[in-house]
């Protein structure tokens, strides 16, 4: 089992460039969570499924969307990006509580 | 509605000595506990978890954290630090109401000396 894997692990963009980074799974959770990871300030939920076809909005949701096709992928969409949204993002997955994580994904917004 | 402290941000200790990185809850219905580490430039593992079960609670890599609800804590302790505990701890806890939700803490930062 691959786990949580997280495309692309690194990105930088543009300010005002738009880009979709992608979360799979292959545990057949049903839960999904989008986090960013800031230096001193711990995890932020972005946005996080409760199962296919759902979405709903965490803590830091603005300037983000998302969306759950299929089971056993989550996607976050960055619009247009700003320098405020450089961060170090997560995705994980779980079942009922424990989560797993995926390696992250590292954006620089220039 | 539910809260996790994480006391210290920084803790520093000697190899071979006890490791104590604490935790306090908040939570208006019996709580799930969690510790994950994040090794750098890692994701977040499950270290160990706390479902109602026994009130103490073994991990991996000898880690094992206890219970108390008259304390509303769950400390994360080892009784002797290895050079490779050296990481990121992150305390969180969630509930039935939460629909798999989890509230992390700010986490606490190990260094182990040699």
């Known amino acids: 089992n691959a786990g949580v894997t997280q495309t692309p692990k690194f990105r930088v963009l543009k300010t005002g460039q738009s880009m979709t980074l992608l979360c799979a799974q292959d545990?057949?959770?049903?839960?999904m969570y989008w986090y960013r990871q800031d230096p001193g300030m711990g995890l932020r939920l972005i946005h996080y499924s409760v199962g296919e076809g759902t979405t709903a909005k965490g803590e830091v949701p603005d300037g983000y969307n998302v969306s759950r096709l299929k089971k056993q992928n989550f996607l976050l969409g960055l619009e247009s990006a700003a320098p405020s949204q450089t961060s170090v993002y997560f995705c994980?997955?779980?079942?009922?509580?424990?989560?797993?994580f995926g390696p992250g994904t590292r954006l620089t917004v220039t | 509605a539910q809260s996790v402290t994480q006391l210290g941000s920084h803790v520093s200790v000697s190899e071979g000595a006890l490791v104590l990185l604490r935790c306090n809850y908040s939570?208006?219905?019996?709580?799930?506990l969690f510790w994950y580490v994040q090794y750098p430039n890692q994701g977040l593992q499950l270290l160990l978890k706390?479902?109602?079960?026994?009130?103490l609670v073994k991990g991996i890599n000898g880690f094992e954290a206890e219970f108390k609800k008259s304390e509303t804590s769950f400390h994360l302790t080892k009784p002797s630090a290895h050079m490779s505990d050296a990481a990121e701890y992150f305390c969180?806890?969630?509930?039935?109401?939460?629909?798999?939700?989890?509230?992390f803490g700010d986490g606490t930062t190990l260094t182990v000396k040699p």
């Open positions: 939570s208006s219905v019996p709580p799930y």
């Open positions: 545990m057949n959770h049903e839960y």
């Open positions: 969180a806890v969630s509930d039935t109401t939460n629909a798999g939700k989890s509230t």
């Open positions: 706390y479902t109602s079960a026994a009130t």
């Open positions: 994980a997955s779980s079942r009922i509580y424990e989560q797993y």
